[in-house]
């Protein structure tokens, strides 16, 4: 596997997170929701470099020059982002909703579970946050190996939860809490 590091999104970041966005086949079976614009995300860099306080966005890097590892420089090629927002009905137990999209040739590497790895990390270093989440479809036994081996723990199955390619479709709640222990660290 590839050096793999996370890095605030760079402006020559935005026209590769928008060709992914506009390509069904590279955001691959799980992940095309249909046609949206990725102006939004261009707006958010503008005004926050997708650093806000509900939603980051993050830069996963690879190869020449990443060292494995958070940090602000924009060494190695661009493979895809890892993303969290804020979640939770009450101010006083708000936690973040985590997920990652990688381009087509940086899947079934581990680059995956490692820059999720890292984006924990990251998350309960610099929030105080108790609780990490993340959700997949059934289907998608990848990311929920991913998930498995960063700690996460399957909570259960939401049913009809995403609506994608004219049916709705069940996902898998997962949770890691501060306190769990984290393999591979």
């Given at each position: 596997?590839?050096?793999?590091?996370?890095?605030?999104?760079?402006?020559?970041?935005?026209?590769?997170?928008?060709?992914?966005?506009?390509?069904?086949?590279?955001?691959?079976?799980?992940?095309?929701?249909?046609?949206?614009?990725?102006?939004?995300?261009?707006?958010?860099?503008?005004?926050?470099?997708?650093?806000?306080?509900?939603?980051?966005?993050?830069?996963?890097?690879?190869?020449?020059?990443?060292?494995?590892?958070?940090?602000?420089?924009?060494?190695?090629?661009?493979?895809?982002?890892?993303?969290?927002?804020?979640?939770?009905?009450?101010?006083?137990?708000?936690?973040?909703?985590?997920?990652?999209?990688?381009?087509p040739r940086a899947r079934g590497r581990g680059v995956g579970t490692r820059a999720?790895?890292?984006?924990?990390?990251?998350?309960?270093?610099?929030?105080?946050?108790?609780?990490?989440?993340?959700?997949?479809?059934?289907?998608?036994?990848?990311?929920?190996?991913?998930?498995?081996?960063?700690?996460?723990?399957?909570?259960?199955?939401?049913?009809?939860?995403?609506?994608?390619?004219?049916?709705?479709?069940?996902?898998?709640?997962?949770?890691?809490?501060?306190?769990?222990?984290?393999?591979?660290?």
């Amino acid at each position: 596997m590839d050096e793999i590091r996370l890095s605030p999104m760079a402006e020559d970041d935005l026209a590769q997170l928008a060709g992914l966005m506009e390509d069904p086949e590279a955001l691959g079976e799980f992940q095309w929701f249909g046609w949206r614009s990725a102006e939004p995300f261009r707006r958010e860099w503008a005004e926050d470099g997708l650093l806000g306080e509900e939603r980051l966005m993050l830069a996963v890097r690879a190869g020449s020059g990443a060292d494995s590892g958070v940090g602000p420089g924009v060494d190695g090629e661009f493979v895809g982002f890892v993303a969290a927002r804020r979640a939770g009905a009450r101010v006083v137990s708000r936690h973040w909703n985590i997920g990652v999209q990688l381009l087509p040739r940086a899947r079934g590497r581990g680059v995956g579970t490692r820059a999720q790895q890292l984006l924990v990390e990251y998350l309960f270093a610099h929030s105080p946050v108790m609780r990490l989440e993340a959700d997949t479809e059934t289907g998608n036994l990848a990311e929920q190996r991913a998930l498995e081996k960063c700690g996460f723990l399957r909570e259960g199955v939401q049913r009809a939860a995403v609506f994608r390619a004219g049916e709705w479709r069940d996902v898998v709640r997962y949770g890691l809490l501060r306190t769990d222990p984290r393999p591979g660290l």
